[in-house]
């Protein structure tokens, strides 16, 4: 599976942004799929998840509320809608896949990654 990840930018804290994340080389229907980011010297950490066939989401605690994850069935697609967001938000976006039909919040439980999208939220 190969996953392209795009939608990063610079927003003013209150904001919105959509990350994408494009999958090819396979169907998803047995994986499940993650969003991590990791900011500047820090860890990458658990964003959110969701099973592409079963839809059921997990959230880090951070963005519960604010975050949605989604996918389009047709476009072969993983989103990350992300609103109110915070200074603290700012980071490397990365989006992950594993062939399981369990969510994990496990960095090392997710198989391939895409290139990450940088997300900037001002003061």
């Known amino acids: 599976v190969q996953l392209q990840a795009s939608g990063g930018g610079l927003v003013q804290a209150g904001g919105s942004l959509r990350l994408s994340c494009a999958a090819s080389g396979r169907t998803l229907s047995a994986y499940t799929v993650g969003w991590f980011r990791q900011a500047p010297g820090k860890e990458r950490e658990f964003v959110a998840t969701?099973?592409?066939?079963?839809?059921?989401?997990n959230y880090a605690d951070s963005v519960k509320g604010r975050f949605t994850i989604s996918r389009d069935y047709a476009k072969i697609t993983v989103y990350l809608q992300m609103n109110s967001l915070k200074p603290v938000d700012t980071a490397v976006y990365y989006c992950?896949?594993?062939?399981?039909?369990?969510?994990?919040?496990?960095?090392?439980?997710?198989?391939?990654w895409g290139q990450g999208t940088l997300v900037t939220v001002s003061k």
């Open positions: 992950a896949s594993r062939r399981a039909g369990v969510t994990s919040t496990a960095r090392s439980a997710y198989d391939y």
């Open positions: 969701i099973h592409w066939s079963g839809g059921s989401t």
